[in-house]
């Protein structure tokens, strides 16, 4: 069957086949190097000629040049002819390859005939393929295509790993607090209850010792492990057993029935002042009270913030005594304390110091500070055992005068009576 061009001329099979035979003979002359041509030109790859031939322009193949394909469409009456070749007369090859406005002759717009050929083509139906355990490739590899070029994919940046937050339960975290707070309540309340075990235990104790005063060796135990008061003041606690055994000294000494009590009251509570003095004035204990006495009279008379103004009178009176003015002029004039009399020597060193038995005859000493004031003495002789002396006496507060003013401002339960 005739195929016909565009431009209305018609060809038969057998014609096409001649062109298309000459055609295939030209390029291998081409290609092996015997064309006639005095250079020879580089052999094009075959190409496949489409199955519709379209209209395209002539191609001039110039001795030393290549041309530019012509564009412009050629009648179909007036074939062109082939310039200079020594074949026999063929029709130009622009007939039968389907040439389009390329940027170069002898170029085929191959993609543009596949991208046909595959619309041409029914799609055949995507069949699922079963999923088979292949090992991941490379993010840096190209992935192949089955058909066609194959595609580059971009490599894949990985995204930063965004930490997730731990996950808050509330509910979870009241929970734990309400058991958290149930457990410190139940340990406060278990707490509370031994307590009050306790406080009850310690007062029948207690109520048994004032109810019944025993006084055996086992009980007296039990009060060094567990101690009971006889006396609270404001000075602190005396223990049981010891108010029994003050209240029984003075009982042996005679102190009346009717009143024992009462005695026994203040001379623990009097006792108490004293340990209190004691610890304020840092004295070591000793075994002996009359001792604790002295020391503790001492301590007081020259406490400088007590007797200030006693301290300022004996040193004034000293002055005075130095500049000729006798004892008993100067005593009286700052209202204090003057005499003369006999001492055994024992008694004048008990009362004076043991700096008096020192002194030479006549010889007067410095400030002398005893638990009953400040003294000035001068030696006037001795006849015998017995030695004369004169001194100057300032009272300042005295042990005895701090207690009684703390003994009115006390109070005090007595729990045995």
């Given at each position: 069957?005739p195929?016909?061009?565009?431009?209305?001329?018609?060809?038969?099979?057998?014609?096409?086949?001649?062109?298309?035979?000459?055609v295939?003979?030209?390029?291998?002359?081409q290609?092996?190097?015997?064309?006639?041509?005095?250079?020879?030109?580089?052999?094009k790859?075959?190409?496949v000629?489409?199955?519709?031939?379209?209209a395209?322009?002539v191609?001039?193949?110039?001795?030393?040049?290549?041309t530019?394909l012509?564009?412009?469409?050629?009648?179909?009456?007036?074939?062109?002819?082939?310039?200079?070749?020594?074949?026999?007369?063929?029709e130009?090859?622009?007939?039968f390859?389907?040439?389009k406005?390329?940027p170069?002759p002898?170029?085929?717009?191959?993609?543009e005939?596949?991208?046909?050929?595959k619309?041409?083509?029914p799609?055949?139906?995507?069949?699922?393929?079963?999923?088979?355990n292949?090992?991941?490739m490379?993010?840096?590899?190209p992935?192949?295509?089955?058909?066609g070029?194959?595609?580059?994919?971009?490599r894949?940046?990985?995204?930063?790993k965004i930490?997730?937050?731990?996950?808050v339960?509330?509910l979870?975290?009241?929970?734990?607090?309400?058991?958290?707070?149930?457990?410190?309540?139940q340990?406060?309340?278990?707490?509370?209850?031994l307590?009050?075990i306790?406080?009850?235990?310690?007062l029948?104790i207690?109520?048994?010792?004032f109810?019944?005063k025993?006084?055996s060796a086992?009980?007296?135990s039990v009060?060094?492990?567990?101690?009971?008061?006889?006396?609270?003041?404001?000075y602190?606690?005396?223990?049981?057993?010891?108010?029994?055994?003050?209240?029984?000294?003075?009982?042996g000494?005679?102190?009346?029935?009717?009143?024992?009590?009462?005695?026994?009251?203040?001379?623990?509570?009097?006792?108490?002042?004293?340990?209190?003095?004691?610890?304020?004035?840092q004295?070591?204990?000793?075994?002996?009270?009359?001792t604790?006495?002295?020391?503790?009279g001492?301590?007081?008379?020259?406490?400088?913030?007590?007797?200030?103004?006693?301290?300022?009178?004996?040193?004034?009176?000293?002055q005075?005594?130095?500049?000729g003015i006798n004892?008993?002029?100067?005593a009286?004039k700052?209202?204090?304390?003057?005499?003369?009399?006999?001492?055994?020597?024992?008694d004048?060193?008990?009362?004076?110091?043991?700096g008096?038995?020192?002194?030479?005859?006549?010889?007067?000493?410095s400030?002398?500070?005893s638990?009953?004031?400040?003294?000035?003495?001068?030696k006037?002789?001795?006849?015998?055992?017995?030695?004369?002396?004169?001194?100057?006496?300032?009272?300042?507060?005295?042990?005895?005068d701090?207690?009684?003013?703390?003994l009115?401002?006390?109070?005090?339960i007595?729990?045995?009576q």
């Amino acid at each position: 069957m005739p195929k016909s061009l565009p431009g209305g001329i018609n060809y038969s099979e057998e014609q096409l086949a001649k062109k298309r035979a000459v055609v295939l003979e030209f390029l291998e002359k081409q290609k092996t190097g015997r064309s006639e041509k005095k250079k020879s030109v580089a052999a094009k790859p075959a190409v496949v000629l489409p199955a519709k031939p379209v209209a395209a322009s002539v191609i001039n193949f110039p001795k030393t040049e290549k041309t530019v394909l012509n564009t412009t469409p050629v009648p179909a009456a007036a074939p062109a002819k082939l310039p200079t070749a020594a074949a026999p007369h063929v029709e130009p090859i622009s007939q039968f390859l389907g040439v389009k406005n390329q940027p170069a002759p002898l170029e085929v717009d191959f993609l543009e005939d596949v991208k046909k050929e595959k619309l041409a083509k029914p799609e055949a139906p995507i069949t699922k393929q079963p999923k088979k355990n292949k090992k991941p490739m490379r993010d840096d590899k190209p992935l192949a295509t089955e058909k066609g070029p194959k595609i580059i994919q971009p490599r894949a940046v990985a995204e930063p790993k965004i930490a997730t937050p731990p996950r808050v339960d509330l509910l979870e975290d009241i929970k734990n607090e309400t058991a958290k707070k149930s457990g410190l309540f139940q340990m406060a309340e278990l707490f509370a209850i031994l307590m009050m075990i306790s406080l009850a235990f310690y007062l029948l104790i207690s109520l048994y010792f004032f109810t019944f005063k025993p006084n055996s060796a086992f009980f007296r135990s039990v009060a060094r492990v567990v101690p009971v008061p006889g006396l609270v003041s404001s000075y602190g606690f005396v223990e049981f057993y010891q108010y029994l055994d003050l209240k029984a000294g003075l009982q042996g000494k005679g102190a009346p029935e009717d009143s024992l009590a009462d005695i026994a009251t203040s001379a623990s509570v009097e006792w108490q002042i004293l340990e209190q003095l004691a610890k304020y004035y840092q004295l070591p204990p000793t075994d002996s009270a009359a001792t604790l006495l002295n020391e503790l009279g001492k301590a007081v008379v020259s406490d400088k913030e007590i007797n200030a103004a006693a301290f300022s009178t004996i040193r004034k009176i000293k002055q005075e005594i130095a500049t000729g003015i006798n004892f008993e002029t100067a005593a009286a004039k700052h209202g204090a304390k003057s005499a003369k009399e006999l001492f055994a020597p024992d008694d004048a060193v008990k009362k004076f110091g043991p700096g008096f038995a020192s002194l030479s005859d006549g010889a007067m000493s410095s400030i002398i500070v005893s638990s009953d004031g400040f003294y000035i003495v001068q030696k006037v002789g001795s006849s015998g055992e017995a030695i004369e002396a004169s001194y100057v006496l300032v009272k300042p507060k005295t042990l005895s005068d701090i207690v009684d003013e703390r003994l009115l401002k006390a109070r005090a339960i007595n729990f045995v009576q």
